[in-house]
């Protein structure tokens, strides 16, 4: 399709496969942030076990070699379905022939986004960082709690929602909490941590077949992991939340359980379903727009059942190569064969050695499933260096039990503000004058 | 010293080193933030050759196999040098018999504190980041004003300052502007690139001698670095900032150039110097306290000529390692010999293969300079995986300049909250609007 110009929308796993094979067209490709993100390792940085540089690349090295390919750092507001045109914030409006249109998703309150206060979600690298803080902060302030009064609250992690998301960080926080910050932290006895999975529904997993989820509620409850089954989340507040009719005191709440469609999406003007996403025809289109796709998390895509595909990397990667061969073809809407995704199955790691995998009729669990999981991951790393450095680092932490990423920096500004602070404040003005009288 | 308290107030080089060498003591070590942290090497995660989680590490982490030394994460907020009791923002006050003041500093604006807002300093890790993403973002923004007006301002980088932190700076900004960056964003043209480093002595790198800041000038400028010597700075504003009787254009100022000991210090009511330091005795005690210890960037103590040692690493560390030896063996006051700088010379590095050294009689640049600096800066950094993966890091870097850290990611935040308000706002309600009834 040369002299034509291709606009992406979005630098995730779909935005991403399309940009990639079309090196040769006019594409614009457009992301809020800088880089890629290898979301499917996020709540490793979240836990400590990976750095953000290690799960993160930056788009302008992706397509260095490729001046085909253009990147934009900027934030699409609205796209003009008639005008063909895409609004940004920062720069002059866009014109586009083809249009993917892949901005993701980010975590849902079900209305009540009062809720992300108390209890963050996980989507972005900001997202993982800030959680780690949070994370780390709390045993921080758990050890002092102990040290001053000799007994203290429990330390109660709550993570809400038993999809893969919620099981990984589960796992994850109760390898940290039980091993790897053990010696760290002294004053803080086993018992004093509790880390709790809720789950709405009647099991975790529910992507999977019941004996994994059953072998995955094993796994987690062998780690330390209390699992609440049917237990909607009905009120989330500064100091605790109503799971059921159970007040339960925490303030380190992790939300993993809902999805929301970009708001971008509305401006397309075309029916979306209640998450959000846009209900696209069987070649990813939107009615009446030929040139214009949807993919990814953004697209309410049903297989064969009628169910929408689940929101994961290899939906998306495989939407991308579907869309990209259309635009390389020039394939004509009466010309082109609906989507199929090729289901290559499903994974979900619950911690050091263990992991569940569905793929056809095989089903692993323990450390085979693990092992799948790591080759798996490992292979889909974009980058070469990039894979050896994460596989350093999983070889260093199965090894060691010694998390490489427990830095806190974000909250250190936030302190050296406060001190800039008190340099001029009564409080430490009166301190200095008492020592001075006293000396 | 058996059965008594110690005390140390930052787990910089100074504080560590003590800590490191009272293992067997009742240690207490404070810090504000949870990580140990080389300085000298916070100016390649700002310039995106290093990651955070490269040049930290979790004190927990580094006296894990030390009871005897116990961290708490907190700030100091005053010294009560009468009742011997440190007081804590979060925990109750902490009694000691001996005391380490190793506080370290912050950059100094002379008295103009708003400047800060437009000219960031170099200290804390969230420093570097929060430098890294600036730096980046200003490259993309000048991308995508290039690509809208065909012209644009040119990409204006002031570092004030040309100590050994302002050269390192300049010379790694020099260095990511003309080749790393050049492929990455391919509408900037060389010359849109300025970089100004300004000092307002008569030359750079004052602590060296006068043939290596020459040549430290003329590498500077052949990496296309404009050095104005002379130059003091008058105002720093949110578009520019004034140097001598020149208003340079510029939001891009980077404040490399003066340091002020904590404000904690003042608490401890003994004569400072004009920087904030504690003119300490020949024993780094204050006047009248055997065993209130003061070093590292929080002391003003002599060297043989009457001048104050410089705030390096070097210093901090044979301090501490000067009064971890009084604490153990218990030297009276009166048995104390005066600690004395064993100065092994000064390295700078000005970029890829190119630094400048100056051991003794020793004077070295170019590429041996480099080299020295390499391995003494490996050999350095305490953990010997870290060790490894700066190294890793340098050699990657240095075979394809292809900074491996130039992720953004607190500003994806701030967008995303910006998205957020944006769903509910009257421009992207009103703008959904006009594309349904348009469609």
């Known amino acids: 399709m040369p002299h034509k110009q291709v606009v992406i929308i979005g630098g995730g796993f779909g935005g991403l496969t399309v940009a990639q094979s079309l090196r040769d067209a006019d594409v614009l490709l457009i992301d809020r942030t800088n880089h890629h993100l290898f979301q499917p390792l996020l709540y490793q940085v979240a836990?400590?076990?990976?750095?953000?540089?290690?799960?993160?690349w930056p788009l302008r090295t992706i397509f260095r070699r490729h001046p085909h390919v253009r990147v934009v750092m900027d934030e699409v507001l609205s796209i003009d379905c008639v005008a063909h045109l895409v609004q940004l914030r920062d720069s002059r409006p866009i014109a586009f022939d083809v249009l993917i249109v892949a901005p993701g998703s980010r975590h849902s309150y079900f209305g009540h986004?009062?809720?992300?206060?108390?209890?963050?979600?996980?989507?972005?690298?900001?997202?993982?960082?800030?959680?780690?803080?949070?994370i780390l902060l709390a045993f921080e302030e758990a050890e002092r709690r102990r040290i001053a009064t000799g007994t203290g609250d429990r330390l109660t992690f709550v993570i809400v929602g038993g999809g893969p998301t919620g099981v990984e960080l589960a796992g994850a926080l109760a390898e940290i909490g039980?091993?790897?910050?053990?010696?760290?932290?002294?004053?803080?006895?086993?018992?004093?941590?509790?880390?709790?999975?809720?789950?709405g529904g009647s099991r975790i997993l529910p992507g999977f077949t019941p004996d994994l989820s059953a072998k995955a509620v094993t796994a987690l409850e062998h780690k330390g992991v209390t699992i609440k089954l049917n237990s909607p989340v009905s009120e989330i507040l500064a100091d605790g939340l109503v799971i059921g009719r159970e007040f339960v005191r925490s303030t380190n709440v992790i939300w993993a359980a809902g999805n929301r469609a970009s708001p971008l999406l509305t401006s397309l003007g075309v029916p979306q379903d209640g998450s959000g996403r846009i209900m696209v025809q069987r070649d990813l289109t939107i009615p009446g727009e030929p040139w214009i796709f949807v993919i990814g998390d953004a697209a309410h895509c049903a297989d064969a059942g009628g169910n929408p595909l689940p929101g994961v990397?290899?939906?998306?990667?495989?939407?991308?190569?579907y869309v990209a061969r259309l635009i390389r073809e020039e394939t004509a809407p009466d010309q082109r064969r609906p989507f199929v995704y090729a289901d290559r199955g499903m994974l979900a790691t619950i911690g050091r050695a263990q992991a569940?995998?569905?793929?056809?009729?095989l089903r692993l669990s323990g450390l085979p499933a693990w092992l799948l999981w790591c080759v798996v991951h490992?292979?889909?790393?974009?980058?070469?260096?990039?894979?050896?450095?994460?596989?350093?680092?999983?070889?260093?932490?199965?090894?060691?039990?010694?998390?490489?990423a427990k830095i806190i920096y974000m909250q250190t500004r936030q302190t050296s503000e406060a001190e800039r602070t008190h340099r001029h404040a009564p409080r430490g003005l009166t301190r200095r004058d008492d020592s001075v009288q006293k000396d």
Do not use: H
């Not at 009062?114 to 997202?127: F, I, M, R, V």
């Not at 990397?313 to 190569?321: D, I, L």
């Not at 974009?382 to 350093?392: D, G, K, P, Q, T």
């Open 356 to 361: 569940v995998a569905q793929m056809g009729r």
């Open 47 to 56: 836990t400590c076990a990976l750095s953000p540089g290690d799960i993160a």
């Open 313 to 321: 990397a290899p939906v998306a990667v495989q939407q991308g190569s």
């Open 113 to 134: 986004d009062a809720w992300e206060q108390s209890a963050p979600g996980l989507k972005t690298l900001a997202d993982a960082v800030s959680l780690r803080e949070k």
């Open 378 to 404: 490992i292979f889909l790393l974009i980058e070469f260096r990039s894979r050896v450095r994460v596989m350093a680092e999983w070889i260093w932490y199965y090894l060691t039990f010694k998390p490489g």
């Open 178 to 199: 039980r091993k790897a910050m053990g010696p760290d932290f002294p004053n803080l006895r086993l018992d004093d941590l509790a880390i709790l999975l809720v789950e």
